[in-house]
């Protein structure tokens, strides 16, 4: 049986998801390792891919979406000459015939028109609700349908190594990102196709492969030792620290006086113990009143 504690549990784990294991195989160890089966990740990754896959657990569920706002940082490796159905190398290859190959600068000076916020036509091959079925299913199926596109941010795109027909590119972009989208668009841009040939996520905000454990180094007897608190999931946001009897009124959903001039209405603000490490709430900003209202109130287990 659980100890107390262990079931009142909640954090995130940084984990290093290797090649051939979905999103959903990691959450699944991570219950059975953890014994908590309140668990979800926060952004998926192809089962190509591998690096930074932070996983959520207890209560910190609920902080998945904050987890998900952070910047991304991947490399990612393509391949001129060849498209696919799926947009990477997993899918059946369809040789492009006669294909000229851009030059280094060529290929630099298009990746950068890529930077900022880009509308970006997600994979048929994807998660993508298409009429309340995956787009992937409907692909599977040999179904015909079209996917809208979307704004996504690119803040970096930059070319690491050409060696042609393959190329390595640096990434940093925000969330709903597909970095297979953005191969197949520049072999469109060039008329001669690229498909992903690898994917390795380096970090998701503070969550950094270097600090990663691999899913199969995970043990019941391990898995605290890698465990960061709730509040490491929302360090980008403002925050105010609350004394002990703030705290309290805090829990029981009432508003905190607070005021700053440079943040905008409706802003969210964490709200942590006076140590800075606990989260007891995340407020919304009400300028006009100068309160902070809370919207997701956390127990006292939480830390």
């Known amino acids: 049986m659980k100890s107390q504690r262990v079931m009142a549990f909640s954090g995130l784990l940084n984990i290093n998801k290797p090649a051939g294991w979905t999103s959903r195989d990691v959450v699944n160890r991570v219950q059975n390792v953890i014994g908590i089966r309140r668990c979800g990740h926060a952004g998926t990754l192809d089962p190509l891919a591998t690096g930074v896959l932070v996983v959520c657990f207890g209560q910190a569920t609920r902080l998945v979406s904050y987890v998900q706002q952070s910047p991304k940082r991947y490399l990612a490796e393509f391949r001129f000459g060849v498209t696919s159905q799926t947009d990477d190398i997993e899918g059946e290859l369809a040789t492009i015939p006669n294909a000229r190959f851009p030059s280094e600068s060529e290929l630099k000076a298009a990746m950068l028109s890529y930077v900022g916020t880009i509308e ?8 993508v609700m298409v009429k309340g079925q995956r787009a992937y299913a ?13 704004p996504v941010r690119i803040d970096r795109f930059d070319l690491a190594k050409y060696d042609m027909p393959d190329w390595q590119a ?11 989208s953005l191969g197949r668009d520049l072999g469109a841009h060039f008329a001669c196709g690229a498909v992903m040939t690898s994917l390795v996520r380096e970090s998701v ?19 605290e030792e890698h465990v960061s608190p709730p509040a490491e999931a929302i360090r980008h946001l403002p925050f105010r620290l609350s004394t002990e009897s703030e705290t309290d009124f805090i829990r029981h959903g009432r508003p905190l006086s607070y005021f700053n001039e440079g943040l905008a209405d409706q802003a969210e603000v964490a709200i942590l113990e006076a140590g800075g490490n606990s989260l007891i709430a995340i407020a919304e900003y009400r300028k006009d009143e100068e309160i902070l209202k809370p919207r997701i109130v956390f127990p006292h287990d939480v830390d």
């Open 120 to 127: 970006q036509v997600p994979p048929k091959y994807s998660a």
């Open 170 to 180: 640096e990434i940093v972009c925000g969330s709903g990102t597909y970095i297979r």
């Open 205 to 223: 905000g503070i969550f950094a492969i270097q600090k990663s454990i691999s899913i199969e180094d995970l043990t019941p007897e391990n898995f």
């Open 138 to 150: 409907l692909a599977r199926k040999g179904q015909e349908f079209e996917l809208k596109s979307k």
